[in-house]
């Protein structure tokens, strides 16, 4: 008799399926099929790189918003102005004697509203900045614009100091772009001046050369802009020869910063406002400038543009706060970069042509678009020459300056 005789037999007969067993019986072997598929072993390599290549995109990715950072902001506030004005005191007139009221019911109190808080110190994530061009010659700052980028609006303002605007200054002629050669071109003595103007001192700095925006033109591939108008103007000492019509067309950089420095043709015809016209046609071609550069086809060209700003820039910014800017830049409207001037009207003093400031709508444009700061900036925190009848000027602080004080443009020109 055998015992163990056909244990072999259900062994095996177990481990075949009966008839009628299920799909879901029978173990799942497609996953392993598919990935021993021929489509797959052509496919696995590939993927295998494209991936590789993401987790590179994304590690430097990180590693790129790590390095970038925002410039310092210090919260220093509005500048706070000596003053000079002299103290007015009342004379309190002599009484025979306290003359003391009649009884009478007391007054219920009327109850006042409590004081709202007002916030303090800076706005977030509100970067301020002055961007100065040299002249022709490399002496007197012929653009002076000052800005404020707000990353969290998504807003850049720019607003443009004619180069004329009357400052309070020790030197004969009391123009803001005489300021940084008279201060030996040392920004630092620079910017209190610029705070008299502002009512606070801005974050940071750049000084350029106008051949910059040459490089930058001809980086991005020119620039389409309508001349507003024919220039036609030869000056041999200074070599310049501008000869540019009127109409919309391709500028490349050479051309770009001829119809910037246009200011007179040699018919001896202008902008009918002057350097505020010349000040228009400049922040609408900067407009032009920046709303092509933010098109996708001048992204390839961002390298080669921090490059020429890095190289050709004087900035107390660091590489990691160019690039900062560069990003937000990029993410913005072109509708959300806007464009202002300083208010004034032209006045002459000893011969020499002034633009004296509008100080009234000139706050009320510090606080709309270049303020940092919660607590409002007001005409006490400015130091800004207004013209006097004497043919001098007074500051809002108090000074008084005789008019012996200013340069005689008129000797100068005789």
Known sequence: MKLFGDTGKRERAAAVPKKGTTAAEKPNKMPLAWL??????????????????????????????????????????????????????TPVPETPGPVLPEETDTPEETPQPEATEQPTGRKENCYTFVVLAYDQFKANTDTILVGRMDTDAGTLDLVNIPRDTLVNVSWGVKKLNTVLASERNEVERFLPHLGNLIGFTPDCYAIVDIKVVQKLVDCIGGVYYNVPRDMDYDDPTQDLSIHIPQGYQLLNGENAVKVLRFRM??????????????????????????????????????????????????????????????????????????????????????????????????????????????????????????????????????????????????????
């Open 265 to 414: 043709g040699n018919d001896n015809t202008g902008y009918a406002n002057g350097d505020l016209g010349r000040i228009a046609t400049q922040q609408d071609f900067l407009m032009c400038m920046a709303g092509q550069f933010l098109t996708l086809g001048n992204i390839p060209n961002l390298d080669n543009a921090i490059e020429i700003f890095r190289e050709n820039v004087r900035t107390d910014l660091t590489a990691s706060n160019i690039a900062f800017f560069v990003r937000e830049f990029l993410q913005m409207d072109k509708e959300n970069i806007r464009f202002h001037t300083l208010p004034g009207t032209g006045i002459s003093i000893r011969g020499g042509s002034y633009l004296e400031v509008d100080i009234d709508e000139w706050v009320g444009i510090v606080n709309d678009y270049l303020n940092p700061y919660h607590r409002i900036i007001t005409a006490d925190n400015l130091n800004i020459l207004q013209a006097n009848k004497l043919g001098g000027a007074t500051s809002t602080s108090g000074d008084e300056l005789p008019v012996t004080s200013f340069y005689d443009f008129s000797e100068y020109v005789g």
């Open 36 to 89: 021993n598929a021929p489509i797959w072993r052509r496919l696995r390599l590939p993927l295998i790189i494209v991936g590789s290549l993401i987790l590179l995109l994304l590690l430097g990715l990180l590693v790129y918003s790590i390095w970038e950072k925002p410039p310092e902001t210090p919260d220093n506030g509005p500048i706070v102005q000596p003053t000079v004005k002299p103290a007015v005191s």
